[in-house]
């Protein structure tokens, strides 16, 4: 029985992480935009495009998360882990590329400017003003779908959908609340670091949920996903060393 808790723990360890880390990110993202609306235009309308975002994003839960459940769990595993493959690789990518300083970082603050400036452009202010209202809509919509794919993806290949949903909707609520507390300072967290987090952890659960689908052994069930984790930081670590353009030395010219 310690054996079966310790297995049970592990996965629910990785997949806690999976699902807020993720949700934290696109939350951030989607929070910049709401902000930047709300600040701008007014939150009356702003706001109101986040409830329907929301409300949006819910039915899609709720239509799409029960279905899910009546799939053979090894075709549902296999889909999983591919569309989670796909997922954390991009993640994984772009987040190589900003650690070894080939692609620019995420900065917030410059979405922020981006969003006011045309929010600005756009002209007065109206009491129910439809251009913040598409705006905050789009920008939470855009960024929860993705959370929302998260949230079914693993807890449904993990018969875990309350848990996930749960830790969705901390994450949402943590990140939201420190976002208004903070409101333009979005720029002061690590989302690069995250996003590198999240694409390890995704990786590592569509590595494993793939091999569920085909019917691989793993050594050790469950804990296997501790050692996918460990595997694939240090790969991503060697990636980053490896792309990391090198420092030319300097040349001394002889007077």
Known sequence: MPFLATTVSSGVLVLVGAVFLASA?????????VVAVGHTRGWRSALQGVGVALVALAALVAAFGPALVHVPLSALRLIVGGV????GMQWLRKAVLRSAGLKAKHDEDEIYRETVAELEAAGTTPARDRIAFVMAFKGVFLEGLEVVITVLTLGTSAHRLGLATVVAAVAVVLVGGVGIAVSRQLSAVPENAMKMTVGILLVSYGTF???????????????FLVACVAIYAVVTWALVVLVKPKARPSVEVAA
């Open 209 to 223: 949920w793939t091999g569920e689908g085909l019917s691989v052994k793993w050594p050790g069930n469950d804990t």
């Open 25 to 33: 990110v696109e939350m951030v993202e989607a929070l910049t935009i």
């Open 84 to 87: 989670l493959l796909i997922f």
